[in-house]
């Protein structure tokens, strides 16, 4: 059963050699239908209600409120979304607000010692992180908080928060597959709770990482203007890494979707949204560094700064 007002009907077959066949039916009297239960999900049965071969999508749902003791019942329709078969449509499409989580405030008692009132100033300092922390576009989305059903406008709203403050249209009709595009937010905690230095720590940590497979240790000379790799044989240690790190070189992740839980969301809200497959590497660079020569790819490509300058 699915759907808010789900029912079945059950029909029940009586038979009685005794009663003689009626002359106006077709079927004889023991094959003939003689009763129809319909039961709802809250157990209620209605006798004698005719079998409405309805859609699903066209139930009704039932919503029962109360205003002044008097108790009022309203049908609305629900209605099904289709899939967007243009691909310039879903840019047209109205994006769906963010809704904030709302963090509750209570006011604790007055102490008299000195200790406690040092503790809750502790406590008032932390909360404030939290605040600064969920203030960040991507928490409510990050933390499952975004009411919206359909998997193509879900991922219509979180490429949006990406290229934010461009409108869809505008993108869809300057922007995409035509120039390139720049966006300084001048925000350094916009993408805070997506992924992190620390994450990539602990997936070594971990997790079984090979040289070449899942990870790769660059270099870029400017001696020589080639690019050079330092990748070790066997599984990428915690250790190694960072040393290498700390030498100069640039740790880049290979589908980090495969170890990390938010961007495996991101990647696929962005499938259901462009229709495609998507896929993602993580590059973390030293101060003064450069891991790649310079190049152009052949594929559409939206960089996310997470930490640092570049």
């Known amino acids: 059963m699915s759907g808010p007002m ?11 050699s005794s009663s003689p066949p009626q002359t106006n039916s077709v ?15 809250n157990g209620h049965s209605k ?48 994006a769906y607000p963010t809704p904030y989580p709302q963090r509750q405030v209570i006011v604790s008692e007055s102490h008299q010692s000195s200790s406690d009132n040092s503790d809750e100033m502790e406590e008032d300092e932390d909360d404030d992180e939290d605040v600064e922390e969920d203030q960040s576009p991507l928490s409510a989305w ?10 193509t406008l879900l991922g219509q709203h979180v490429f949006s928060l990406l290229i934010d403050p461009i409108p869809l249209k ?19 905690t916009y993408y805070n709770g997506l992924f992190s230095t620390s994450d990539i720590d602990d997936i070594l940590r971990e997790n079984i990482l090979e040289y070449g497979d899942n990870v790769d240790l660059t270099f870029y000379n400017p001696l020589t203007s080639k690019k050079e790799r330092h990748n070790p044989a066997g599984r990428a240690r915690p250790a190694v890494v960072w040393d290498s790190y700390n030498e100069g070189c ?28 998507v896929g993602a590497n993580t590059y973390l660079t030293p101060p003064g560094s450069q891991g790649f020569a310079p190049h152009y790819d052949d594929i559409d490509a939206f960089i996310l700064q997470l930490e640092g300058k570049k």
């Open 142 to 151: 990050l933390h499952d908080h975004v009411p919206i059903d359909d998997s």
């Open 250 to 277: 640039s740790v880049r992740i290979l589908n980090p979707h495969t170890y990390s839980k938010n961007i495996w969301k991101l990647l696929s809200c962005l499938q259901e949204f462009f229709g495609s497959l």
């Open 170 to 188: 505008q993108f869809a009709k300057r922007t995409w597959q035509k120039e390139a595009l720049h966006i300084s937010r001048k925000q350094s």
């Open 27 to 41: 079927l004889p009297a023991s094959r003939k239908r003689k009763r129809v239960s319909v039961i709802n999900t």
């Open 47 to 94: 006798e004698n209600q005719p079998n409405k071969n309805r859609s699903k999508s066209l139930q009704p749902l039932i919503a029962i409120s109360e205003t002044n003791g008097q108790t009022h019942r309203i049908e609305q329709p629900q209605n099904t979304i289709k899939k967007l078969k243009n691909f310039e449509k879903k840019f047209l499409s109205p």
């Open 6 to 16: 789900s029912a079945f009907a059950r029909y029940s077959q009586e038979e009685n």
